[in-house]
């Protein structure tokens, strides 16, 4: 589970010498924030938001994205919860990418802020996709999430309103009936803008009854928009038509070791093994699915990235087929796809405060810090 | 210094191991043989209910009149399964090739079915097209649907996909090669006539 901080805010300790700005030039989740430090060595912007008590969760992640400069020195102090973690450029700068930055945090408490201070004159630094995470046993549940939340196809099928609507009403009138199914999940936006989804609960002629009563009023003229929803096995009730679902077919249970590196010292981790997703696009209109289809293999197909628990995840197709209507019911393209899970926590090493090492042919003590 | 003296007949005898290895290896009955071997694993995968596939609902059971495994109650689709050779060094298995054989009884090919088993799909039970499905289960089954069920969903069960990996993962493909080259198949040795 990944959650962002809530209700954010970005406060400069000298306006004059820091620049904020939204950004979505470059990005990890779509849009990020830019902190311009400008002769303001030691200047600070405080970022904060609704607090959270971390010792519940397992790790703060951040990313970040600096513009590359010459020196060998510390470029940036993070604060977080009282300590300070002082990165270099090496630790930042990752070949053109954004790098992710991990925090162990299952020794922190409420907190409220982060603290990002320049330690060097002048600092551009992009900051992004800001929040906190635990990976329970609930692994597979957060990948069938973030899929939904990425995935996105447009019907691309639109009409108006041939008659006003009034808050209450259950059935609307369209001047176009075209691609407009049995079930079709649809979209009423106002002249303001306002956009309330509903399901149709069938359809006669123009007239469209919906499942529950429209809540807004709305006038002739107004935009109907067909959509085509992504669902998910378990977790909705609705089953509209058209709509892309996501499945698990297949699990494999596995364990495989790795260690997690955190600016606060390694944690010992362990994949413990894949899933068997398909993804499909179900449809009655087969003209439509093909075209959805068609979005679905540009947009993802062989492989996209997508947001999990915090980090950018590949996931790459292993096949697809295409199931025509052969018994009454509706085509079906599906893509079958391999993912794994984040890891599952096993220990946290911690670090290590002071050691002292006493080498044997010399009677002399020597202490090392970390 | 160091002298190395060759044993004639023991490098003859590896050189005679080697081209009878890649004369094995270029055997098109190589590629069948573990196309043969992958067809086995699927159908005895599919039939002990190991690969965990959904359970069937109590609708198919009901229209089907009796328990039985999980894709097909006589194992028809699966022993339609074809494998053959498609070039020198290729071989294809879990395919149904034959689009126009249909399954005994239905207007459905084996090749559709199978597809529509690996999708998984769903019949609209609302509109002109789902009255139509009600009037047929009600009229061959005595199965009458509540009003508000809008759909009949039957979901995604993949066997060839789940067979496969699970044959890959274990190793079975590796023991097939093994077989083949250790001469402990039943495989002809000639180069041709692979069927």
Known sequence: MFDEFQNVAWTPSDAGLITIADNTDTSVSGACTSLVFASAANEYVDFTFTGVDLSQWQEVVLWLYMRDQLTADNVLRITIDGTNYDLSRADIVNAGKWKQILFDCTEMGTVYSIRFTSLVANLTLFVDYVGHRKVGYDMDVDVIKALKAHISLDYDVATTLSADVSAGATDISVDSIAYITDKSLIELEDASGNIEPTQIESREGTTLTMGVSVTGTYSEGDEVRITCPVRSEDFDELEPDPVCGINVYDRHADRTPDILQTENGPKYIEYLGSLGIIIYIDCSNKKKLLQLSREFDNKYGKGFVFLLDGDKVTIYLEDSVFSDSIIGNNPRMAYYYFVEPQPYSQSVFGTTGTLTVIPQSLSTAVTIES | ?195
């Open chain 2, 1 to 195: 210094m160091v002298t190395c003296r060759l044993d004639q007949r023991s490098f003859d005898e590896f050189v005679k191991g080697l081209q009878e290895l890649g004369h094995k290896i270029n055997d098109p009955n190589l590629q069948l043989h573990r196309a043969k071997k992958f067809r086995e694993y699927t159908i005895k995968a599919v039939s002990s209910g190991e690969i965990d596939l959904k359970a069937l609902s109590g609708l198919t059971q009901a229209i089907s009149g009796g328990t039985y495994g999980p894709i097909w109650k006589t194992g028809g689709v699966l022993r339609e399964m074809g494998f053959k050779s498609t070039g020198k060094n290729t071989a294809e298995a879990g395919y149904w090739d034959d689009t126009t054989r249909m399954l005994p009884g239905k207007k459905i090919t084996y090749a559709g079915w199978v597809r529509a088993l690996h999708t998984g799909f769903r019949i609209p039970l609302k509109g002109d097209a789902g009255e139509r499905v009600r009037w047929w289960f009600r009229k061959y089954h005595g199965i009458v649907f509540k009003e508000s069920t809008e759909w009949l969903i039957v979901p995604p069960r993949p066997f060839v996909w789940k067979a496969y990996f699970d044959y890959v993962r274990t190793n079975k493909d590796v023991e097939a090669v093994d077989e083949f080259l250790r001469g402990l198949s039943n495989s002809p040795k000639t180069t041709s006539g692979a069927s």
